[in-house]
């Protein structure tokens, strides 16, 4: 893998594709800085060597242009302070005023560029607005994981413009490396947990880990299809009415294959969506309607946690329950407890990053599992066995 160890950055201007795409509340202040300190060592190497940087990322999803709602300016402050020095900005990612200031940084200066997202021409993977952008730089390091599946200018189409010159940062690495010995090198028992709200996200997905996995459990707003698909009655819980079929094809390919397709035996039901629901426990498959099932209940949540514990390998991608609400959050945590336990007897357990991470975090399990993953998407497509065009970009000849 041609990671940044490769090279001393000293003298040379490192044009650096990161994911800064944080959460900021009403005053832009930054709710949750883990995107930015996943990258620092990138940062950190490449100025000890004695490089500058010129910073890109996107924030947000801008409709129509720059705004200052999704304005990158918003950041300054903190990453200035993560790094521990002026962080000069260029208030359009291209342009004079960008070239200007990219060509006059000195070593161990440090330049962010304006939302790459306030041009079309970024999600488009224009290939003009890439060379533009490619002209400000050296070096084409991409240490952004969680835009890794996307064929955009910046994460991917850029990189033709430094044939000998582009490299993976340590994040990309670290992920790319995690997601390598779940996909590939997975010592057994290996148990994936899929939860979330729907079987359509997730279904390329449990495709690909049938081939793979000892045990899959389906948690989460997906475990009703199943559960209507196999005849039961789910009152008003979540359903996707046209991928019944689907279900019971997975419940056989999971047969066919070996695989130990675990299903909630029982659910936490809610007579409303709202954390002071009035509230019950229904066997699988016998929820009354006016019902709906927001957790997996009691007799889940222990035979789950004994097969995830009993793991030596652990990927989780999507909540068993509305986690968000302190009710329903009894099923992600007791899960979220098991792959601790999985990890301390020696388990490698990845965590998928979206859903599966802010629970995990909010729990304060983050640093008691082996890794969580930066990338939603991204992990989920790599996990499904999709060649990332952000990787295929930096190995390509
Ligand atoms: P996903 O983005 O597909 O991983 O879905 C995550 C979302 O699914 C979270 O916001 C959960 O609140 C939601 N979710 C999990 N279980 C249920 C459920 N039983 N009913 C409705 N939503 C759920």
Redesign the pocket.
């Known amino acids: 893998m041609k990671t940044i160890d490769q090279l001393n950055f000293a003298g040379k201007k490192a044009l650096i594709r990161v994911d800064f795409n944080v959460p900021l509340d009403k005053d832009y202040n930054i709710t949750d800085d883990n995107r930015i300190t996943a990258a620092l060592p990138t940062l950190k190497k490449i100025l000890a060597d004695g490089g500058s940087l010129i910073l890109m990322s996107h924030l947000g999803r801008p409709k129509d242009g720059p705004t200052n709602e999704f304005s990158l300016k918003h950041i300054i402050p903190h990453l200035s302070e993560l790094l521990g020095k002026e962080v000069q900005f260029a208030d359009d990612c291209i342009g004079e005023q960008a070239t200007e200031k990219a060509g006059a940084l000195k070593d161990g200066d440090v330049l962010l560029l304006e939302n790459l997202r306030f041009y079309k021409q970024e999600e488009k993977g224009d290939k003009d607005f890439a060379e533009k952008l490619s002209k400000l730089g050296d070096i084409y390091v991409n240490d952004a994981f969680g835009t890794a599946h996307r064929a955009h200018a910046s994460t991917a189409v850029i990189a033709q413009f430094f044939p000998q010159a582009k490299y993976f940062g340590y994040l990309m690495a670290a992920e790319l490396e995690n997601a390598e010995k779940v996909l590939n090198g997975a010592a057994k028992p290996f148990t994936a947990i899929m939860?979330?709200?729907?079987v359509s996200?997730?279904l390329l997905l449990i495709e690909s880990m049938l081939s793979k996995v000892d045990n899959l459990i389906i948690g989460?707003?997906m475990?009703?299809t199943f559960a209507k698909a196999q005849g039961g009655t789910i009152g008003n819980?979540?359903v996707e009415m046209d991928k019944l079929e689907l279900a019971l094809e997975l419940i056989e390919k999971a047969k066919q294959k070996g695989v130990n397709l675990l299903l909630p035996l029982d659910s936490v039901i809610a007579d409303a969506?709202a954390n002071n629901a009035n509230t019950g426990v229904a066997l699988k498959g016998e929820i009354q309607d006016g019902w709906?099932?927001?957790?997996i209940g009691p007799e889940s949540v222990k035979l789950f946690s004994k097969v995830v514990a009993e793991s030596k390998t652990v990927l989780w991608?999507?909540?068993?329950?509305?986690?968000?609400m302190e009710t329903f959050e009894k099923g992600t945590k007791a899960v979220a407890e098991a792959v601790v336990e999985a990890t301390k007897n020696g388990a490698f357990t990845l965590i998928g990053g979206?859903?599966?991470a802010a629970a995990v975090a909010k729990f304060g399990f983050s640093d008691d599992v082996s890794y969580v993953s930066t990338g939603g998407g991204a992990l989920l497509e790599y996990m499904e066995g999709k060649e990332l065009p952000g990787v295929k970009a930096i190995n390509e000849l």
């Open positions: 939860g979330g709200a729907k996200d997730k989460g707003g475990a009703y819980s979540l969506f709906m099932g927001l957790d991608n999507g909540p068993m329950g509305v986690f968000e979206g859903d599966s």
